[in-house]
């Protein structure tokens, strides 16, 4: 097995850097049969997909992305998949509302802001004023001979 996953490994690095995007998606299948828990293979179709114009298949790619890192714990990760899912496709409401569900497990929205501080508590007595400083002593300024200086 790890033969055949080295094998497609390559034939995708050879495609990336030949541009042959159609080539790389299809070797990205037989990475994620191999290992469909490996989400960056689901972000790279996704990726490789935007660019031979298959809009659809990315954002389907990017959705198991997305779950999948959250599903390891890496929800910032999965935040930032879903908004690359509304840039493809904005009216998707599903992205929207995970990336919600997202921030309100972790406190990030859904709490309400702690409420405002009077403006009394702000104001802060002082006895005296602090002394002001002394001014600092005129300087009498000298005009230079440049006369000499560039012969």
Do not use: C
């Not at 293979?41 to 890192?69: E, N």
């Not at 904005?90 to 929207?96: F, R, V």
């Not at 921030?103 to 002001?132: D, F, R, T």
């Amino acid at each position: 097995m790890a033969n055949k996953k080295e094998q497609l490994y390559n034939d995708l690095t050879k495609f990336v850097e030949q541009s042959q995007w159609a080539k790389a998606v299809q070797d990205l299948e037989g990475l994620i049969a191999l290992e469909p828990a490996n989400a960056t293979y689901y972000l790279r179709m996704g990726d490789y997909s935007v660019k031979i114009g298959h809009r659809i298949r990315a954002v389907k790619a990017y959705y198991q992305a997305a779950q999948l890192f959250v599903d390891w714990g890496f929800a910032m990760k999965g935040i930032a998949t879903y908004k690359m899912i509304l840039r493809l496709a904005p009216g998707e409401k599903q992205a929207a509302e995970l990336i919600r569900a997202i921030n309100s497990n972790l406190g990030i929205m859904g709490e309400a802001p702690p409420p405002p501080v009077p403006e009394a508590a702000l104001q802060v007595e002082m006895a005296s004023p602090p002394p002001m400083a002394a001014p600092a002593p005129a300087i009498e300024l000298q005009p230079l001979d440049t006369a000499g200086a560039l012969s």
